[in-house]
């Protein structure tokens, strides 16, 4: 079975500082996908970042990054120089890529970010 | 670019209503389709994913279903609704396996609550 845990249901930051959310999976499949995705109080799924399980740097997208240390199965999201728009609930996922096209997610229970001016 | 659309947006229904929900994808063919559900304050559960027209697999036993009729259109059902229906409900679309895309894009969602 494959899981995500979030262990931080929610996290206080001040604006212009970094947090760290952590995220660990769990799976025995070789390849897979980590994704982070952004959930403001409208509701939808904004893509934020992608590692690939065989990727061999940390990903980043402008003030997002990935701290991927595969040995310990983690996945932290990495958001430096916060802004109040940051405030959302932010969502850990893992693809399964086994033999299939699926390309099912697997989600934590997210972690809500809160940035304070 | 590609677009997926649902509606709609907020539905309030009575228990042992039925319930139908539509989600369509532009400007891609063939894609994988996902439906999911969010209670509140919770992460996301895969109800059912399709590979084409007319394929649908369940992921957890419920009261809903849902249909594929045609490439870029999702459905789901239900033909009484529970109150633990409740929820978000949002549907996703993949390109194609083995593409160069991976992340899985996300519609709009919607808002149920019954009462």
């Known amino acids: 079975a494959q899981k995500i845990t979030q262990t931080q249901p929610g996290m206080f930051v001040q604006e212009k500082e970094a947090v760290t959310l952590d995220c660990t999976y769990d799976?025995?499949?070789?390849?897979?996908?980590l994704f982070w995705y952004k959930q403001p109080s409208s509701g939808e799924m904004i893509f934020l970042i992608y590692q690939g399980s065989y990727d061999q740097q940390n990903a980043t997208e402008g003030r997002y990054s990935l701290n991927f240390q595969k040995a310990r199965k983690s996945a932290n999201l990495v958001i430096s120089a916060s802004q109040l728009g940051d405030s959302a609930m932010y969502f850990c996922a893992m693809r399964d890529d086994r033999g299939s096209t699926l390309g099912r997610l697997y989600f934590g229970r997210g972690t809500q970010l809160t940035v304070w001016p | 670019s590609q677009t997926i659309h649902q509606w709609p947006a907020t539905l309030v229904q009575p228990v042992g209503s039925p319930l139908s929900l539509e989600c369509t994808v532009e400007g891609t063919s063939n894609p994988n389709l996902y439906w999911y559900r969010q209670a509140a304050g919770r992460g996301l559960q895969l109800l059912f994913y399709?590979?084409?027209?007319?394929?649908i697999s369940s992921e957890v036993p419920q009261n809903l279903s849902a249909s594929r009729p045609q490439d870029r259109q999702f459905i789901l059902s239900s033909k009484k609704l529970l109150l633990s229906d409740s929820g978000f409900y949002l549907c996703a679309w993949r390109p194609l396996a083995f593409s160069s895309y991976n992340e899985q894009f996300f519609g709009p969602g919607t808002r149920l609550t019954v009462l």
């Open positions: 799976t025995s499949d070789p390849s897979y996908g």
């Open positions: 399709s590979v084409g027209i007319g394929q």
